[in-house]
């Protein structure tokens, strides 16, 4: 489960690079890095808090319509398919407890700071149908083996790229990575890494504590590439779908091998159900 810090001042890196971190502060200084939505930060503070009132939190969320209607959607969304619909920020709250309703948070928030603009090499639809379908397809396989995490589980994959959009509109050098080597995740970190001397997943963990997102979820962004890295298992696998056609032999494989997911009609049923449920949750976003 994701872990709590007390605030992004003086924090270090995950796995430190002291050329992503010069390089951040540089779109800091540039003014590329979007702020974080006062709503939901004001409403990620009060559900950190280990004393927390859901009830608190809920009227926080209401008093802003659009981050309301944006929770309702994905707490409705169909990767988690409710029992019944749950109508108010109240009921989710009750129905969802502290650590889901603040995955739901994050998401809305980040969804709502990433720039919506196209780019060369860069479409918001493809890459917001990329982010759902992996969200829902580790939503899926939590549900199999840790049905407590699916909402955690949902966040960390959705927001693995999320560094993307911002760079792609404030570092040319890094469009024109992109633009070359974007079709191919696995290619696109070991290119960052040899034209940049950063990747997009160190900046990711970066803007994560710049927004004061919590330390788990910013450490899984950062190391979701790195299938060397324990503890972040489930979003590490998520992160090898690749659209429009993910290769199910690799992620069977994975799923197995890390996972210890022995069906092998499990995955498969989750890459399907993901992808047939993508367009609507990127829908929320896009």
Request: hydrophobic letters at 45%; charged letters at 20%.
């Amino acid at each position: 489960h994701l872990r709590h810090q007390d605030g992004p001042a003086g924090r270090v890196m995950f796995r430190r690079n002291k050329k992503a971190e010069r390089h951040f502060e540089h779109l800091l200084d540039e003014g590329g890095i979007p702020s974080f939505p006062n709503a939901v930060a004001d409403a990620i503070q009060q559900v950190a808090s280990p004393d927390v009132d859901l009830g608190e939190v809920a009227e926080t969320i209401s008093m802003d319509p659009k981050l309301t209607v944006a929770v309702l959607k994905l707490a409705n969304s169909p990767s988690f398919a409710p029992r019944s619909p749950i109508r108010s920020v109240h009921q989710a709250a009750v129905l969802l407890g502290r650590n889901q309703l603040e995955a739901l948070l994050i998401a809305s928030g980040v969804g709502d700071a990433i720039p919506p603009r196209p780019a060369p090499g860069y479409s918001p639809a493809t890459f917001w149908l990329t982010s759902a379908t992996r969200a829902a397809a580790a939503a899926g396989m939590a549900a199999r083996l840790d049905p407590a995490a699916q909402y955690e589980q949902f966040t960390a994959a959705l927001l693995q790229d999320m560094a993307q959009p911002i760079l792609v509109h404030n570092d040319a050098s890094y469009a024109q990575v992109l633009l070359e080597h974007g079709e191919s995740h696995a290619e696109l970190v070991a290119k960052e890494e040899e034209h940049l001397g950063w990747t997009h997943p160190e900046i990711g963990e970066l803007l994560g504590g710049q927004w004061g997102l919590p330390d788990g979820l910013t450490e899984s962004i950062s190391v979701h590439h790195d299938q060397s890295v324990p503890g972040y298992e489930i979003a590490q696998w998520a992160s090898l779908i690749e659209l429009p056609e993910p290769d199910l032999e690799l992620l069977t494989a994975d799923a197995e091998r890390r996972l210890g997911v022995a069906d092998p009609e499990a995955v498969p049923a989750v890459i399907g159900e993901a992808m047939d449920r993508a367009s609507e949750i990127a829908a929320i976003f896009n």
